[in-house]
């Protein structure tokens, strides 16, 4: 199975601020990369597909990059609504999987 | 616009058989999407646990395998999840999603407990 790593596990910012979290799989995985948002209790919300295509809805201040085996989940300026754990996906290979997420709180 | 929403029993006995169902609305389990299942235990983090078509081709994780069945239901625009010879291991909040653009759409989550 595909492992993926996330970095970091969590982190610490304040609104305004520029936030990247970088996930990286165990062999390369193309462009079948997907990440998530999640809130306490709530179910996941897709962010971003395919590495770098913004799901549905989802503000522009989201954007994702990368190829291969390492990626990257950029927030260009955190907004209250932003604090969040966030999972990476990859659908280049069964099982899928996910990333162990990175926690983003307010510092 | 799409929605998923999850039932079955909340509490589920060790040893037993725990089954959930994915109700579809606003759209056809008949499109060309593939339904899928995901877990996550209390805490932790995201287990896919496997999908289906609805022809009912499937593909499973293999850490579940042995355990798992996935099954559509056509006329009801449903599928379900059926995981066997369940321990406290198996306790985590079960979410059904669509496979389009990855998981677009998710259900709002079903907590399941193994517990005696």
């Known amino acids: 199975a595909i492992q993926l790593t996330q970095s970091p596990s969590s982190l610490s910012a304040s609104v305004g601020d520029r936030v990247t979290i970088t996930c990286r799989a165990s062999?390369?995985?193309?462009?079948?990369l997907a990440w998530y948002q999640q809130k306490p209790g709530k179910a996941p919300n897709l962010l971003i597909y395919d590495a770098v295509s913004l799901g549905s809805g989802v503000p522009s201040r989201f954007s994702g990059s990368g190829s291969g085996t390492d990626f990257t989940l950029a927030i260009s300026s955190l907004q209250p609504e932003d604090f969040a754990t966030y999972y990476c996906q990859q659908f280049n290979s069964y099982p899928l999987t996910f990333g162990p997420g990175t926690k983003v709180d307010i510092k | 616009q799409v929605q998923l929403q999850e039932s079955g029993p909340g509490l589920v006995k060790p040893s037993g058989t725990l089954s959930l169902t994915c109700a579809v609305s606003?759209?056809?389990?008949?499109?060309?999407?593939?339904w899928s299942w995901v877990r996550q235990p209390p805490g932790k983090g995201l287990e896919w646990i496997g999908e289906?078509?609805?022809?009912?081709?499937?593909n499973y994780n293999s850490s579940l395998k042995s355990r798992v069945t996935i099954s559509v239901d056509k006329s009801k625009n449903q599928f379900s999840l059926k995981l066997s010879s369940v321990t406290a291991a198996d306790t985590a909040v079960y979410y059904c999603a669509r496979v389009g653009n990855a998981f677009d759409i998710w259900g709002q989550g079903t907590m399941v407990t193994v517990s005696s």
């Open positions: 289906i078509y609805h022809s009912g081709n499937t």
């Open positions: 606003g759209g056809s389990i008949s499109s060309t999407n593939w």
């Open positions: 062999q390369g995985i193309s462009s079948a």
